[in-house]
C-alpha cells in the first residue's frame, strides 16, 4: 500500500501522539470535527482504542476504510459486524497486557478484603491515634470465582493459586486445557465464592450480566472485582446492594459510565475505586503502542495483521 492516510480518533499518550504523527499520514479526528463528512472517502486505516472505539455512523462515512488498529483488548466500542460485512479488518492489542491486568484484579481481591486503601486513609487522617482499624477479611484459603476464564483469566486464576484458594470459573463453555472447577450457573458460582472476579468481554452478550440476582447469591460477606468492562455490572444494583449490606464489598477499576464513578461509592470503605489502571504500567503501555505500530507496519507492507481480532 502506498502511503495511506491514518485517522487517529481520539488522544494518546505523548510518545503515541508523537510517534503517530512522525511516521504516517496522520488525521487528527478531534482537530478537524468535520473531516469525515469532507474527507472519509480518503481514510484507508482507522487508529483508535477500546475507549474511543470507531461507531457504526463513523464507518459509513468512509466507505474505502481497510482496516482498524486499536489500542487494548476490548472491541465493544468498535462497530465490529458492520466492519466484518464490509471487509474491514480489525487488530487489537492481546496477551501483552495479560499480565499487569492480572496482577491489578489480584491488588483489588487484597486490598477490598483487607482495606488497605482505607487503612491508609486512617493513618493519613490521625484516626489511628483514637484507636485500630476494625478487623478486616482474610484472602487466603478462600474461594475464587473467575466469570471469563480466557487469557487474562487464567492469569488471574494461576496468581490466586499461590494464595492457596480454591477456584473455578463461569464460560460459554468448560475449557478442556484446565482442571479448575467449571461451572455452568452463573448464579450458582456467586453463591459458591467468597470473591467473584470479572474477566469477561464487554459487549451487548455481557451487558448487566452481573445483576441484583447475582450480586443477592454472592452476598453479604462476598466481594465482587472488576477488571473487565463497566458495562458487565448493573452499577444500580451494585450500588443498592452495598448501601443495603447485602453485598460484602467491591473492588472496581472500570465502571459504566467512565470517567463518572456513582459518588455513593466513594465513602465506603469496603469499596475500592480504581481509573481503569489495569493495563497501565510503563513496561505494559510501550508493549501495547509497540503491538499497535507492528499492526500497522504489516498491514501497510503486507496487507495483514499480526494479532487480527
Request: hydrophobic letters at 45%.
Amino acid at each position: 500500500m502506498s502511503r495511506p492516510n491514518v485517522l487517529q480518533v481520539g488522544r494518546f499518550p505523548a510518545r503515541f501522539n508523537e510517534r503517530l504523527q512522525r511516521d504516517y499520514q496522520l488525521i487528527r479526528l478531534w482537530e478537524q470535527p468535520n473531516v469525515l463528512a469532507e474527507r472519509g472517502a480518503e481514510i484507508d486505516i482507522v487508529v483508535t482504542s477500546a475507549r474511543y472505539g470507531c461507531s457504526a455512523q463513523q464507518l459509513a462515512q468512509m466507505p474505502n476504510l481497510k482496516a482498524i488498529c486499536s489500542f487494548g483488548v476490548g472491541y465493544d466500542s468498535i462497530a465490529v459486524d458492520d466492519a466484518k460485512a464490509r471487509g474491514i479488518v480489525i487488530s487489537t492489542t492481546p496477551d501483552v497486557l495479560n499480565e499487569c491486568v492480572a496482577d491489578t484484579a489480584i491488588g483489588l481481591v487484597i486490598d477490598t478484603a483487607r482495606q488497605f486503601a482505607a487503612c491508609d486513609r486512617h493513618v493519613r487522617q490521625g484516626k489511628w491515634l483514637n484507636g485500630q482499624y476494625p478487623l478486616t477479611r482474610k484472602v487466603s484459603g478462600k474461594k475464587l470465582g473467575i466469570v471469563g476464564f480466557g487469557r487474562i483469566g487464567k492469569d488471574i486464576a494461576k496468581r490466586a493459586a499461590g494464595f492457596d484458594m480454591e477456584i473455578r470459573y463461569h464460560n460459554r463453555r468448560p475449557d478442556p486445557t484446565t482442571d479448575y472447577g467449571y461451572e455452568a450457573d452463573l448464579k450458582a458460582l456467586a453463591s459458591w465464592a467468597d470473591f467473584l472476579v470479572l474477566a469477561c468481554p464487554g459487549g451487548a452478550s455481557t451487558h448487566h450480566l452481573i445483576n441484583a440476582e447475582v450480586l443477592a447469591a454472592l452476598g453479604a460477606e462476598g466481594i465482587l472485582v472488576n477488571i473487565s468492562r463497566g458495562s458487565v455490572v448493573d452499577e444500580s444494583a451494585l450500588v443498592a446492594a452495598l448501601q443495603a449490606g447485602m453485598l460484602g464489598g467491591a473492588g472496581l477499576d472500570v465502571f459504566e459510565d467512565e470517567p463518572r464513578v456513582p459518588e455513593a461509592l466513594f465513602d465506603m470503605p469496603n469499596v475500592v475505586l480504581l481509573p481503569h489502571v489495569g493495563s497501565a504500567t510503563e513496561e505494559t503501555r510501550l508493549a501495547m503502542e509497540n503491538l499497535v505500530f507492528d499492526n500497522l507496519d504489516a498491514f501497510i507492507e503486507r496487507g495483514e495483521l499480526i494479532t487480527p481480532l
